[in-house]
């Protein structure tokens, strides 16, 4: 997330997606070591095969990470507008600023066992209770609490 404004009447969001790359980046880093310390001790090497796929499979996804999001509070104009650009198509979202009641972080479990971790999304609350994604997916990380702190701290300016 990069806050490009953040003056009195004015914020402007960028959510690049840089912990989904971080994660990939990781996971390719961990398979790549899991297949060459396999290649290493096994005998004929074939096993290590699973985790170079996976490797490959993660950078794949790490180069067809594209886009990302802008969201522009604007308090003096009484507006709000969201940008998401996921790679492939490119969604607009506009309301007045005047509606917008509060920021959250949803929370849900990865998976339906307890051993998973958590996953959020930021979402934006409106008058009526109509409430606003700012990411297609819930993900892991800090980025969702971050972006919805900075945006708390701005309707609290007011």
């Given at each position: 997330?990069?806050?490009?404004?953040?003056?009195?009447?004015?914020?402007?969001?960028?959510?690049?997606?840089?912990?989904?790359?971080?994660?990939?980046?990781?996971?390719?880093?961990?398979?790549?070591?899991?297949?060459?310390?396999?290649?290493?001790?096994?005998?004929?090497?074939t096993i290590a095969?699973?985790?170079?796929?996976?490797?490959?499979?993660?950078?794949?996804?790490?180069?067809?990470?594209?886009?990302?999001?802008?969201?522009?509070?604007?308090?003096?104009?009484?507006?709000?507008?969201?940008?998401?650009?996921?790679?492939?198509?490119?969604?607009?979202?506009?309301?007045?600023?005047?509606?917008?009641?509060?920021?959250?972080?949803?929370?849900?479990?990865?998976?339906?066992?307890?051993?998973?971790?958590?996953?959020?999304?930021?979402?934006?609350?409106?008058?009526?209770?109509?409430?606003?994604?700012?990411?297609?997916?819930?993900?892991?990380?800090?980025?969702?609490?971050?972006?919805?702190?900075?945006?708390?701290?701005?309707?609290?300016?007011?």
């Open positions: 997330m990069n806050i490009l404004e953040n003056t009195e009447d004015r914020l402007v969001i960028e959510d690049t997606h840089e912990d989904k790359k971080l994660a990939l980046k990781i996971f390719i880093v961990f398979m790549l070591g899991m297949a060459i310390y396999l290649f290493v001790t096994e005998l004929d090497g095969a699973f985790p170079g796929v996976l490797a490959i499979a993660a950078y794949i996804a790490l180069k067809l990470t594209k886009g990302g999001n802008t969201l522009t509070l604007d308090r003096k104009a009484n507006q709000i507008h969201f940008v998401m650009d996921d790679g492939k198509e490119v969604t607009e979202f506009n309301r007045p600023f005047s509606e917008l009641v509060r920021a959250f972080v949803s929370e849900k479990r990865s998976s339906s066992d307890s051993t998973s971790g958590t996953v959020k999304c930021p979402i934006l609350v409106f008058e009526g209770g109509e409430e606003f994604k700012l990411r297609k997916h819930h993900s892991a990380g800090t980025q969702s609490r971050d972006i919805v702190d900075v945006i708390t701290e701005f309707l609290e300016k007011s």
